[in-house]
């Protein structure tokens, strides 16, 4: 095939048996398991032996909220560029990537059907104990190894051209920095908390310091992130854990990951008051949440500052202070991104099923109130928040 | 001429000649007027009616205190692209380029004999009254140009793109931002001052904080730099000014251009304690000086805010206050780097004549001192030194 079409069934599996995953005489079980918004997911087994894979191809086009609007194609290598250049380092976090075909906007990838979306998961108050080590540990190695203070400034700044993303880094632009700071009409939200929407529209000092962030992601080409680490872009079991969907990969801000990830989990927190009723299950369950927090900032700073003294080869790394000044900026950095995150996903385009699936209304907006408020201590106060504990205390009722 | 070669005073005649920049039987006389040390450049002149051009052209080397190492062709381009993106908004503030040609890595443009090198011209304790505005405005006109809070996003993430320039930012990340603050090979001082250069190797406050200012360097693409902004690369006149040389153009913070060319007349001001005798020559000279740094400023941002009012395309150029917190970011980053850039020319690898060319080594030893603690302070104390006011006191003496 010399030019981009969507596949159907019939020729995901043609694909799948030229490039000789399953012989020419396998009995396959093929089905799109996609939701056909963004992507076509071909999940194929062979039936006898139970080996499967996982078929993934860009659709040039997005569907949100009913309409459509094009999208590069281009996506599927930023996606694929991604996972390999993670696989390099934390190759058991990541799907692996077996083909990639930049006509096709294709990816052949191993199927992760035995994982669970994170955010489905915690939403059900599931307790995974691996996933703070696993996503700090994820966050550190990816982001020293792309950064000056690992990579020689050629190779970076190489990378840096190979990972320059316009359409999708503009979602975020929009989506995230923008449009839920303004009354614009991708904003999505009920009229019962409107007085609250309409009183953070009117603050000035909250957007100042949103517009600094969003001037941080448009310019700071710290190391490479994965740009969408919610998590609806974490496959989990209780031992296992899969970074996925990086198709919004670029070099930014290296506290940017770990902001998204933290305001995912905190939102979880604040709808919890709705999903859990029994109180103490509750307080479990959000005990669990904080403590994710509070590890996979430990185990960040912890192997990002293995990694600095043990591989740093920029000149600085041996000067001390110098580590301490970066993951200072890189935390500071994380609680403003995570305020933007956390005000977005309740106010903009895309929202979180966490806080839309609470029934009781006057539950769901005193949550998605509870949820503007943090978010913009988040923003405002990030530099006073000096530690993880300070973070927590916005927000945690012991 | 379908690959490399040098031109010699004949192949560069049929060049323009071949480019109708003159007729085919004119007189023409011309000149290799480069140092020969990293490009040809050859002056062409019709000498019937005195019509004039430039032939620059990049050789492959670069030979600096008589080593000689490979150099990318490819800063032809930089330099080029520079002057054409510059010509946009500040057509009398840059030499026009009348061709470029990548293969042979030439520029033809032009012939600004007419004019002096500034460093020159301050060396000699001349006055040039335009030259504030025309700085203040070539910065303002191309940083804002440039910029997010200009350009669309993905137009500016194409400009980033390609100018994309390893070779030669490594250049100044190297011999701007380290080998200066560490006993470094290519480091050159006098052992007149080495006690002086050895305290500044143990100042590890001072080396953290250089470590930021590089870091800012590596990763803050803000906007197009000039990326070498001394007053070796400033053409003038009492009533014109040219930047030119600007094959390190590459998208990084905003004030650096700014804190370069500041750094380069203090170096001045404090090299003129021995340049011009008379004290109250001296004084005057100096005053003008201090009023250059000052107008410099006051010139750049009256224009950059008349820009962002009036042609900000960024939804938050809206938002009041997020202008000062851009100026105030850009400030604070021009001291830090004026910082670096008066430690590097003092004891790094590139001096300036400036203060090597005072004659009496006890004054020049003094004046080199002098400089090396300003820089120090000026990269300590950048966040308390917030007005240019601040800025000048540190170093005028009235």
Same mark, same amino acid.
């Not at 296992?240 to 801000?253: L, M, N, Q, R």
């Not at 500052?305 to 920029?314: F, Y």
């Not at 996903?345 to 609470?358: E, K, N, P, Y």
């Given at each position: 095939?010399?030019?981009?079409?969507?596949?159907?069934? #019939?020729?995901?599996?043609? &694909? =799948?048996? $030229?490039?000789?995953? +399953?012989? /020419?005489?396998?009995?396959?079980? *093929?089905? !799109?398991?996609?939701?056909?918004?963004?992507?076509?997911?071909?999940?194929?087994?062979?039936?006898?032996?139970?080996?499967?894979?996982?078929?993934?191809?860009?659709?040039?086009?997005?569907?949100?909220?009913?309409?459509?609007?094009?999208?590069?194609?281009?996506?599927?290598?930023?996606?694929?560029?991604?996972?390999?250049?993670?696989? #390099?380092?934390?190759?058991? &976090? =990541?799907? $692996?990537?077996?083909? +990639?075909? /930049?006509?096709?906007?294709?990816? *052949?990838? !191993?199927?992760?059907?035995?994982?669970?979306?994170?955010?489905?998961?915690?939403?059900?108050?599931?307790?995974?104990?691996?996933?703070?080590?696993?996503?700090?540990?994820?966050?550190?190695?990816?982001?020293?190894?792309?950064?000056?203070?690992?990579?020689?400034?050629?190779?970076?700044?190489?990378?840096?051209?190979?990972?320059?993303?316009?359409?999708?880094?503009?979602?975020?632009?929009?989506?995230?920095?923008?449009?839920?700071?303004?009354?614009?009409?991708?904003?999505?939200?009920?009229?019962?908390?409107?007085?609250?929407?309409?009183?953070?529209?009117?603050?000035?000092?909250?957007?100042?310091?949103?517009?600094?962030?969003?001037?941080?992601?448009?310019?700071?080409?710290?190391?490479?992130?994965?740009?969408?680490?919610?998590?609806?872009?974490?496959?989990?079991?209780?031992?296992?854990?899969?970074?996925?969907?990086?198709?919004?990969?670029?070099?930014?801000?290296?506290?940017?990951?770990?902001?998204?990830?933290?305001?995912?989990?905190?939102?979880?927190?604040?709808?919890?008051?709705?999903?859990?009723?029994?109180?103490?299950?509750?307080?479990?369950?959000?005990?669990?949440?904080?403590?994710?927090?509070?590890?996979?900032?430990?185990?960040?700073?912890?192997?990002?500052?293995?990694?600095?003294?043990?591989?740093?080869?920029?000149?600085?790394?041996?000067?001390?202070?110098?580590?301490?000044?970066?993951?200072?900026?890189?935390?500071?950095?994380?609680?403003?991104?995570?305020?933007?995150?956390?005000?977005?996903?309740?106010?903009?385009?895309?929202?979180?099923?966490?806080?839309?699936?609470?029934?009781?209304?006057?539950?769901?907006?005193?949550?998605?109130?509870?949820?503007?408020?943090?978010?913009?201590?988040?923003?405002?106060?990030?530099?006073?928040?000096?530690?993880?504990?300070?973070?927590?205390?916005?927000?945690?009722?012991?």
């Amino acid at each position: 095939m010399a030019q981009y079409q969507p596949l159907t069934e #019939e020729t995901a599996v043609q &694909l =799948v048996i $030229k490039l000789q995953y +399953f012989r /020419e005489d396998a009995t396959l079980k *093929v089905k !799109e398991i996609g939701d056909g918004n963004l992507n076509l997911v071909f999940h194929i087994v062979d039936e006898e032996n139970g080996k499967s894979i996982i078929v993934k191809q860009a659709l040039p086009y997005a569907k949100v909220v009913g309409e459509s609007w094009p999208l590069t194609l281009e996506r599927a290598r930023f996606e694929s560029s991604f996972l390999q250049k993670a696989a #390099e380092y934390v190759p058991d &976090l =990541v799907p $692996k990537v077996f083909h +990639f075909d /930049e006509t096709l906007a294709i990816i *052949v990838m !191993e199927d992760l059907s035995s994982h669970t979306i994170l955010r489905k998961g915690t939403i059900e108050g599931i307790i995974y104990p691996k996933l703070a080590e696993h996503i700090g540990t994820f966050v550190a190695q990816v982001t020293f190894h792309t950064s000056d203070f690992y990579l020689h400034p050629f190779e970076k700044k190489q990378l840096v051209k190979e990972f320059i993303n316009p359409e999708l880094c503009k979602i975020t632009e929009d989506l995230v920095f923008t449009d839920p700071f303004f009354d614009h009409e991708t904003n999505d939200f009920p009229d019962g908390i409107r007085d609250t929407v309409e009183q953070l529209w009117q603050d000035q000092e909250l957007k100042r310091e949103a517009a600094k962030l969003k001037f941080q992601f448009l310019t700071q080409a710290e190391a490479l992130l994965h740009g969408d680490l919610h998590t609806g872009s974490i496959f989990v079991t209780k031992e296992s854990t899969k970074v996925i969907d990086s198709e919004f990969a670029y070099f930014g801000p290296a506290g940017f990951d770990l902001g998204q990830f933290f305001a995912n989990l905190v939102l979880n927190y604040i709808s919890q008051e709705a999903h859990i009723e029994e109180l103490e299950k509750r307080k479990q369950y959000q005990a669990y949440l904080v403590d994710t927090i509070r590890e996979t900032w430990s185990h960040f700073t912890k192997q990002f500052t293995e990694l600095w003294h043990s591989k740093g080869n920029e000149v600085y790394t041996k000067v001390p202070g110098t580590l301490e000044s970066f993951l200072n900026k890189v935390w500071t950095d994380a609680v403003g991104f995570a305020g933007c995150e956390a005000i977005r996903r309740t106010i903009g385009l895309a929202h979180v099923a966490d806080l839309d699936s609470i029934q009781d209304l006057d539950k769901q907006y005193a949550a998605k109130k509870k949820a503007l408020a943090i978010g913009a201590e988040f923003i405002k106060k990030r530099k006073q928040i000096q530690s993880v504990e300070q973070f927590i205390e916005l927000f945690h009722v012991k």
